[in-house]
C-alpha cells in the first residue's frame, strides 16, 4: 500500500506565505484553498493532500494523527504545549507577542513593580507561565477577539497579545511594555509518522527545507 501524507494548513496569512513555499517545494494544490469552501484539497503529488483548519487547531491535527505534517505560529505551538515535532522554523508570518498596556499608564510604569495583574488574552497558558516565572500573581480573563477593548472599558489591567506593525495599538492608545517571544510559522510533524512514514516524512520535510533555503538566498 502506498504511503500517503496529510499536510494541515489554515486560512489566512500562514496560508497565503505557505502555499509559495509548498509550491517551490513541489507541492501544490489542484484547487486554490483561498477560493475554495472545500476543506481537504488533492495536490500534484497523488500521496499528499492538504486540510484547511482552524490555525488554533493544527497542533492538535497533528499530535493525535489526523495529519502528518502542519504549519502553524509559534504562538499556537507555545499556547497548546502537546507531543509533537517541531521540525522547520519557516520564518514567515513573523510578529511578536507582548505585553501591552494603556499609554497614560506606561508613562510611569515599571513593569519591575508589577505584582499582580488582571490580563485579557486568549493565550491563557502562555500568558501564566510568563507572569508565574516573575512571580507575578495574575487573574487570567481569557477572550476570543478585540483584546485591545479590555482596558478600556476596564475589563482588564493589560493584554496579552500578538503585535505586527503595531497600528491597532495605537489606535486604542495602547502600548508594548513587555516582549514574551518572537513569533513565526513552523513546520510540524506528528510523532507516530516519523517513524512509521520516514521515508515520505524526511522526503517532504528535506524538500521544504530546500525550497526555504532558496527563498532566503
Known amino acids: 500500500m502506498t504511503e500517503s501524507l496529510t499536510i494541515a494548513l489554515s486560512k489566512g496569512r500562514i496560508l497565503d506565505d505557505t502555499l509559495p513555499l509548498l509550491a517551490a517545494a513541489g507541492i501544490e494544490p489542484l484547487d486554490d484553498p483561498r477560493k475554495s469552501r472545500k476543506l481537504i484539497f488533492d495536490t500534484n503529488q497523488p500521496n499528499i493532500k492538504l486540510v484547511i483548519i482552524r490555525a488554533a487547531d493544527v497542533p492538535t491535527f497533528v499530535e493525535f494523527g489526523a495529519a502528518d505534517l502542519g504549519v502553524a505560529g509559534k504562538d499556537v505551538l507555545m499556547e497548546h504545549d502537546g507531543d509533537l515535532f517541531e521540525l522547520l ?89 513587555e516582549h514574551i517571544a518572537d513569533i513565526s510559522s513552523w513546520l510540524v510533524g506528528n510523532t507516530a509518522s516519523m517513524k512509521l512514514k520516514h521515508e515520505l516524512m524526511q522526503s517532504t520535510i528535506a524538500a521544504v527545507a530546500t525550497a526555504l533555503e532558496a527563498t532566503n538566498e
Open 89 to 177: 522554523d519557516l520564518g514567515i508570518a513573523r510578529c511578536r507577542l507582548m505585553v501591552a498596556e494603556p499609554a497614560d499608564i506606561a508613562a510611569n510604569d515599571d513593569p519591575a513593580n508589577w505584582s499582580r495583574l488582571r490580563i485579557a488574552t486568549k493565550y491563557v497558558k502562555i500568558a501564566r507561565r510568563f507572569f508565574a516565572a516573575k512571580g507575578i500573581q495574575t487573574e487570567i480573563i481569557k477572550l476570543y477577539g478585540s483584546m485591545e477593548l479590555a482596558p478600556l472599558v476596564g475589563l482588564a489591567d493589560r493584554i496579552v497579545d500578538l503585535v505586527d506593525t503595531g497600528n491597532t495599538l495605537r489606535a486604542n492608545n495602547l502600548v508594548e511594555i
